[in-house]
T-cell receptor
Framework: SQQGEEDPQALSIQEGENATMNCSYKTSINNLQWYRQNSGRGLVHLILIRSNEREKHSGRLRVTLDTSKKSSSLLITASRAADTASYFCATHNYGQNFVFGPGTRLSVLP | DAGVTQSPTHLIKTRGQQVTLRCSPISGHKSVSWYQQVLGQGPQFIFQYYEKEERGRGNFPDRFSARQFPNYSSELNVNALLLGDSALYLC?????????????FGPGTRLTVL
């Protein structure tokens, strides 16, 4: 079974609103990464957060990590229509491989 | 710098046939990983190669095989194709090493098995 599980499965918001997606995982990790995928194309790396970090920012993106709860969240502020995509979290631990969740489909309506 | 490239872009095969997918990593990257993504799901790990050696293998049957060449490019082979092999096949490259850094994905090869 997949380690990462994103929540919600689908999210629809208006342009300008904030979008929050959550990711839960089951075992220890070295790092957790968030990716974006536009309609069946390749994945684009967004942010990597290591297990000893609690929060990272990149432009309009903010990622938090709570290792005690085995969860992470991705916040997109002031969303735009171009943010419409599927978002995936992927976990990694030493000696293991990346494990992706099923993703959250975000729709930003103009 | 060129990103990760994959060929072909699209491929249509019939059941029982064999297919070879190709991937060229970002210059300087020594690790290549392969993923299968079925429509509506997240990518599933198939293989990882680092310095031409297999470093990891996902839960896929022996019909799936791969290799990495001295220039770090890679091929994924799938024999005896089944309808369920229809998917987007993604290649990702990274610098490798013990401490994984971010992976950079190619555009993928969409395989349709009829």
């Amino acid at each position: 079974s997949q380690q990462g599980e994103e929540d919600p499965q689908a999210l629809s918001i208006q342009e300008g609103e904030n979008a929050t997606m959550n990711c839960s995982y089951k075992t220890s990790i070295n790092n957790l990464q968030w990716y974006r995928q536009n309609s069946g194309r390749g994945l684009v790396h967004l942010i990597l957060i290591r297990s000893n970090e609690r929060e990272k920012h990149s432009g309009r993106l903010r990622v938090t990590l709570d290792t005690s709860k085995k969860s992470s969240s991705l916040l997109i502020t002031a969303s735009r229509a171009a943010d419409t995509a599927s978002y995936f979290c992927a976990t990694h631990n030493y000696g293991q491989n990346f494990v992706f969740g099923p993703g959250t489909r975000l729709s930003v309506l103009p | 710098d060129a990103g990760v490239t994959q060929s072909p872009t699209h491929l249509i095969k019939t059941r029982g046939q064999q297919v070879t997918l190709r991937c060229s990593p970002i210059s300087g990257h020594k690790s290549v990983s392969w993923y299968q993504q079925v429509l509506g799901q997240g990518p599933q790990f198939i293989f990882q190669y680092y310095e031409k050696e297999e470093r990891g293998r996902g839960n896929f049957p022996d019909r799936f095989s791969a290799r990495q060449f001295p220039n770090y490019s890679s091929e994924l082979n799938v024999n005896a194709l089944l309808l369920g092999d229809s998917a987007l096949y993604l290649c990702a490259s990274s610098q490798g090493g013990r401490d994984y850094n971010e992976q950079f994905f190619g555009p993928g090869t969409r395989l349709t098995v009829l």
